[in-house]
């Protein structure tokens, strides 16, 4: 028992003192987490240099744009061919996806040898070569007949305009093919296959290999976005935001980035950790100077690597006696699987012994001991620098997502990673130490790169399919200009029918008259009180100027009390009133207006027909706690009107665009037949809202906006600001959204119970999500605010949706406001027209985009008008007060 035991001791002792003779030899190849930090700071700054447009020429880690733009969704369905050229082997392979959502795989392969004569050849005979192979395999099981879209996976650096085409920028690896590079590989390929007169296929990807892996990991778990090879080569790639990649034209939704991280340190930044071995395997590859971070850690050097250090130590007399073999004079005799089959846990002793005999020398058990251990080293620092540079992706993905806490899968593949016992455990305890704030799962690629590219090519005909769906939906709402030059003439038209007595009846556009006859000169004075109901909000004001029926009426009054009560007032003499009244109303006089119909959402019963003004003064009556001198009831656009056109005398047009849709403007007293007289002018309340209400908007209507119509408080009536006003967008885009969503494009085809609520989408929503500053995160959070589980692709459509939605808004009213100045310039006899509109209305006011369009519109539409957009800070209530000043000064005028 004390021999079993003395034994033991020896063996330990002497594995102790051959790890640290090897440590000792090998100190440079130790990495301390300080020295694996200062890595990943380093290859972060190459990350940002390499995505930057100024710095990428001379960034050695090029972070190469993919083009691919979204992961599998589970939707991806049909017949594909898949060609994986780069490793050791070429293979050809169709991948059959199902269609029942079950995101079920089905391939069949075939692999073919790529001989010394073609990857050392040239590049007609190599691409002649995959041809002839992929025409093999499609006739070998019946397929040639089949039209199949093919993604190639192409395993070398690549610069990419697009997913279907790539200009190879350098061989890698073993590969050295003469008049490739700097030429478009995908162009080559199609030219090959095009020889071979039976087949029928339509190259749609072309794809990384680490791409690859990343979208075969990504279609059984939706969270992989990092993809890492760790093979014969290395190559790592992750999904990055678009606002960050400067070579690509685009700011919205993210794409992949290829890194090409095998050539991180060309610039020298790695000499500090390079060894006298990295530098003579360098000096002895196919490529010097090149792939550096790639020579420290992949397949294709680890084995050589371990020679070098092996040959040096037996030449210093550390191992073998210091007698040597001449196979370890040979490059090459010793591969990565040799490596990987000394450090199994408990073969490995005896593994490394048959090795090092074939070798032709005789190890002691000490030298098998020191073996393994420069075989840990050298596998160990590769897993160390392949975890520092993945921990920066990592900490990149936290940071562009600010998050606190990242939860995220990596798609692993590579022979290294596969074979190699000890790694993958060494690689994912490293990872998580240098970045404890990530979730990270480490996902084995199964099925290869190769599946990869079908996937890739699969979710580029999804998406393809898709964006021809929505882009459908989306022309909808494109107005031509054709389209608003014929909106534009049929507002005039209803205009004109709206002003004569005849046709007035008939006209969708009522022009009526406001009895507003002049405005303001600067010389009103006193104390007005106004009243404003129209919008969200009741609202009563006092003005100083200085150089449902009774229900609702009884509401206003009760209003006005408290304000009256607020103020300090309540007792005082009858004090003028302006009420802004922001519906239809067709006026005898100033202070008589009955309501036509309610518009945005009001009903209030028995107020129709109605004289809103009478309405008012019984109700104060009922009250009987104040008086009040009603002079003048006033739509809200006028009131904008009067508001502006105080501060500027160019100001004849009032424009709503907020809750509801409407203008008014100042017409010739000869062109209204309506009222008695022929002088001067009178301000015309248009009630625009109700253009197209007699079908002549049809041809631009979609059927969205019908739903919309017919969900409404008034189906069939309001049609123009049905498609115009804050009221209505957010409900159109809600409209289409639930379409788009029945047919699987947005939101993984599931209406939320939130999606189906009447109004839950408000123009509120539409204004923050199209603003230019907001990143597609907060375009999500904002949906995820309305229960709409959503992707990063799934805001990018909803972001296109809303645009569209409030574009051809803000179009519409754009070709309606030209309508008006085009006839004050005709009118006026004017070759050129000087005018000035007031505007208000929250649309207007918050939305990023709709006031610049209108204003696009407007001037392409009456070139002739120099129209000036005057924003009222005060609102339509200060407008009413001005008219009552107004009328009052008139009146005394009159009077005296």
Not at 421 to 435: E, F, I, M
Not at 439 to 456: H, I, N, P, T, Y
Request: hydrophobic share 40%; aromatic share 6%.
């Amino acid at each position: 028992m004390f021999a079993v035991h003395l034994l033991a001791f020896y063996f330990a002792k002497l594995k102790e003192d051959q790890i640290k003779k090897v440590d000792r030899f090998l100190y440079h190849m130790r990495l301390s987490d300080d020295t694996l930090l200062d890595i990943m700071t380093r290859f972060q700054a190459e990350m940002e240099k390499g995505l930057g447009k100024d710095t990428n020429p001379t960034a050695c880690v090029k972070m190469l744009p993919t083009f691919v733009r979204a992961i599998p969704d589970g939707s991806e369905k049909g017949e594909f061919l898949a060609l994986d050229l780069g490793g050791s082997k070429f293979r050809v392979l169709t991948v059959q996806v199902s269609e029942d959502g079950k995101r079920n795989v089905h391939m069949e392969s075939q692999f073919y040898p790529t001989p010394k004569e073609i990857i050392h050849g040239s590049g007609s005979e190599l691409f002649d070569y995959v041809a002839d192979c992929a025409a093999d395999f499609m006739k070998t099981r019946n397929i040639e007949h089949k039209k199949l879209p093919l993604g190639l996976t192409f395993s070398f650096p690549c610069k990419q305009s697009k997913l279907e085409e790539g200009i190879l920028l350098s061989w890698t690896k073993k590969f050295k093919v003469r008049g490739v590079q700097d030429t478009n590989v995908v162009s080559s390929l199609t030219k090959a296959l095009k020889r071979h007169k039976d087949i029928d296929v339509d190259v749609l990807a072309l794809v990384n290999d680490t791409v690859a892996t990343m979208m075969t990991c990504a279609y059984d778990d939706p969270r992989c976005e990092v993809g890492v090879i760790i093979g014969t080569g290395t190559n790592a790639c992750y999904m990055e935001d678009m606002s960050n990649i400067d070579m690509v034209e685009g700011d919205e939704g993210r794409m992949c980035i290829n890194t090409e991280w095998g050539a991180f340190g060309e610039d020298g930044s790695l000499e500090d950790i390079r060894t006298e071995f990295d530098r003579e395997i360098d000096l002895g590859s196919i490529n010097p100077g090149k792939q550096l971070f790639e020579k420290m850690i992949s397949g294709l050097y680890m084995g050589e690597l371990v020679r070098l250090i092996l040959l040096k130590m037996t030449k210093a007399g550390l191992l073998f006696r210091g007698e040597k073999s001449s196979a370890l004079y040979t490059k090459g005799k010793i591969e990565t699987r040799h490596v990987a089959a000394m450090e199994k846990y408990k073969e490995g002793l005896q593994n490394t012994r048959e090795i090092l005999m074939e070798l032709g020398l005789e190890p002691s058990e000490e030298d098998c001991l020191a073996v393994q251990h420069v075989c840990t080293i050298v596998s160990f620092r590769s897993a160390n620098l392949c975890a520092a540079a993945l921990a920066a992706i990592l900490t990149r993905l936290q940071e562009n997502k600010k998050l606190t806490r990242l939860r995220t899968t990596v798609g692993m593949d590579g022979t290294l990673y596969k074979i190699h016992p000890q790694y993958p455990k060494r690689l994912h305890k490293v990872v998580r130490k240098l970045v404890p704030n990530c979730d990270v799962r480490f996902l084995l690629s199964e099925s290869g790169s190769a599946k990869g590219a079908a996937m890739v090519t699969a979710v580029a005909a999804r998406v393809q399919a898709q964006r021809k769906l929505i882009d459908e939906v989306l022309s909808l709402f494109q107005l031509t200009p054709e389209h608003l030059v014929n909106v534009k003439n049929k507002m005039r038209a209803e205009m004109e029918y709206g002003l004569k007595k005849e046709t007035q009846p008939l006209a969708t556009v009522k022009m009526l008259p406001t009895y507003v006859c002049a405005m303001p000169d600067g010389t009103e004075k006193g104390n007005y009180l106004a009243l404003d109901l129209g919008g969200t909000n009741f609202r009563v004001l006092l003005v100083k100027i200085r150089s449902g029926r009774r229900s609702l009426f009884d509401h206003i009054v009760h209003c006005i009390a408290d304000f009256l009560d607020y103020m300090g007032i309540k007792g005082a003499s009858r004090l003028p009133l302006g009420f802004t009244f922001s519906f239809p109303c067709k006026q005898t006089g100033l202070d008589k207006g009955t309501l036509v119909e309610w518009t945005k959402g009001f009903k209030a019963t028995d107020c129709e027909g109605e004289d809103v003004v009478d309405m008012l003064r019984e109700a104060i009556k009922r009250r009987n706690e104040f008086e009040l001198d009603i002079v003048a009831v006033v739509n809200d656009t006028v009131g904008t009107m009067m508001t502006c056109g105080y501060e500027d005398p160019d100001c004849e047009i009032g424009l709503i665009a907020g809750t509801g849709s409407n203008m008014c403007y100042m017409e010739e007293m000869k062109n209204i037949e309506l009222v008695e007289g022929n002088e001067g002018k009178m301000c015309i309340n248009t009630e625009w809202g109700g253009f197209g209400d007699n079908g002549c908007l049809d041809e631009i209507r979609t059927q969205y906006d019908t739903e919309v119509d017919e969900g409404s408080l008034n189906p069939g009536k309001q049609r123009y600001e049905k498609m115009t006003s804050g009221m209505y967008l957010g409900e159109i885009v809600r409209q289409i959204l639930i379409d788009l969503t029945k047919h699987g494009l947005l939101f993984r085809g599931q209406i939320s119970e939130r999606l189906r609520t009447r109004g839950i989408f408000e123009t509120k929503f539409l204004s923050q999500i199209e603003s230019d500053g907001l990143a597609l995160l907060q375009v999500r959070r904002i949906l995820q605010q309305l229960g709409l589980d959503s992707t990063c692709e799934d805001s990018i459509v909803v972001k296109e949706v809303c645009g569209a939605v409030s574009r051809r808004a803000a179009q519409l009213c754009g070709a309606g406001l030209a309508a008006i100045v085009e006839k004050r310039r005709e009118d006026r006899n004017l070759e050129h027209l000087k005018i000035t509109v007031g505007v208000d209305g929250t649309l207007y006011k918050l939305h990023p985009h709709f006031s610049r369009i209108l204003r696009e519109t407007v001037k392409e539409l009456a070139p002739q008008c120099d129209v000036t957009f005057m924003l009222s800070e005060d609102g339509s209530g200060k407008g009413a007060a001005l008219i009552t000043a107004v009328a009052k000064r008139l009146h005394l005028k009159k009077d005296n």
